[in-house]
């Protein structure tokens, strides 16, 4: 009878960790993350180019690209207000909060978006202005800032994903990629509160479901199988 239980109670275990799993694979999939502001902020890409302050959903659209593409939504996920081409940036040491880092402004100016860190993560995605603004952005900054020819306005998603991307120098010079990469001072004049995200909705049950239940014949076999008297 106690192996019929811990049989049992095995099989349960089991199937409790293969529902869990989607939902943990889903998270790490598009990093959705909840971030309230407290000022505007100004963020590259197709759409509205300074954000008032309020809370917005940061999403990434396809974790799979070489390089990632981040949509910021309002709060409930009905509207996107821009969606950014991004390069990965590395960081020394991971933390366990987002991380959103912001290059800084004259004063009376809106801080402008630099790069983004989900928990535990050393990678991180650092944004890409379109040429002409990464340009002044560099000559007010005093650094490189990652850059694309592409009109963002008018790029569909596709195109984000194989635009070419450049730094700008602070002359207006093009310089090589890895002079533009050092990692962003993780403080900000902007002041910027991160929520933990409800978990996003997976794919299709019906595989996990014929899991379940394979996992539960296969217990049910075991439990008759142990519990036949012997001879």
């Given at each position: 009878m106690k192996l019929c239980k811990s049989v049992?109670?095995?099989?349960?275990?089991?199937?409790?960790?293969?529902?869990?799993a989607p939902a943990a694979m889903a998270d790490d999939w598009n990093r959705e993350t909840v971030v309230t502001i407290s000022g505007p902020i100004e963020v590259p890409g197709v759409g509205q180019h300074v954000l008032p302050a309020g809370t917005y959903v940061f999403k990434l659209l396809d974790s799979q690209s070489d390089r990632h593409i981040v949509q910021i939504f309002n709060q409930d996920k009905t509207h996107v207000f821009t969606t950014i081409l991004a390069i990965p940036n590395y960081r020394m040491q991971a933390t366990d909060n987002t991380v959103i880092t912001f290059r800084e402004r004259p004063a009376g100016e809106p801080e402008a978006l630099r790069a983004w860190f989900y928990p535990g993560s050393e990678w991180g995605e650092e944004f890409v202005y379109a040429k002409p603004r990464a340009?002044?952005?560099?000559?007010?900054?005093?650094?490189?800032?990652?850059?694309t020819p592409i009109e963002l306005e008018s790029a569909p998603i596709?195109?984000?994903?194989?635009a070419p991307v450049v730094a700008v120098a602070p002359t207006g010079e093009p310089v090589e990629l890895t002079q533009s990469r050092m990692p962003a001072a993780e403080t900000s004049t902007?002041?910027?509160?991160m929520a933990a995200a409800a978990l996003p909705k997976t794919a299709s049950s019906l595989?996990?479901?014929?899991?379940?239940?394979?996992?539960?014949?296969?217990?049910?076999f075991l439990l008759s199988f142990v519990s036949k008297p012997t001879a």
């Amino acid at each position: 009878m106690k192996l019929c239980k811990s049989v049992a109670t095995a099989f349960a275990v089991a199937a409790l960790f293969v529902l869990a799993a989607p939902a943990a694979m889903a998270d790490d999939w598009n990093r959705e993350t909840v971030v309230t502001i407290s000022g505007p902020i100004e963020v590259p890409g197709v759409g509205q180019h300074v954000l008032p302050a309020g809370t917005y959903v940061f999403k990434l659209l396809d974790s799979q690209s070489d390089r990632h593409i981040v949509q910021i939504f309002n709060q409930d996920k009905t509207h996107v207000f821009t969606t950014i081409l991004a390069i990965p940036n590395y960081r020394m040491q991971a933390t366990d909060n987002t991380v959103i880092t912001f290059r800084e402004r004259p004063a009376g100016e809106p801080e402008a978006l630099r790069a983004w860190f989900y928990p535990g993560s050393e990678w991180g995605e650092e944004f890409v202005y379109a040429k002409p603004r990464a340009a002044q952005l560099a000559k007010e900054t005093n650094e490189p800032v990652l850059a694309t020819p592409i009109e963002l306005e008018s790029a569909p998603i596709e195109a984000l994903k194989t635009a070419p991307v450049v730094a700008v120098a602070p002359t207006g010079e093009p310089v090589e990629l890895t002079q533009s990469r050092m990692p962003a001072a993780e403080t900000s004049t902007a002041p910027v509160t991160m929520a933990a995200a409800a978990l996003p909705k997976t794919a299709s049950s019906l595989p996990l479901i014929g899991l379940v239940g394979l996992l539960c014949l296969a217990g049910s076999f075991l439990l008759s199988f142990v519990s036949k008297p012997t001879a």
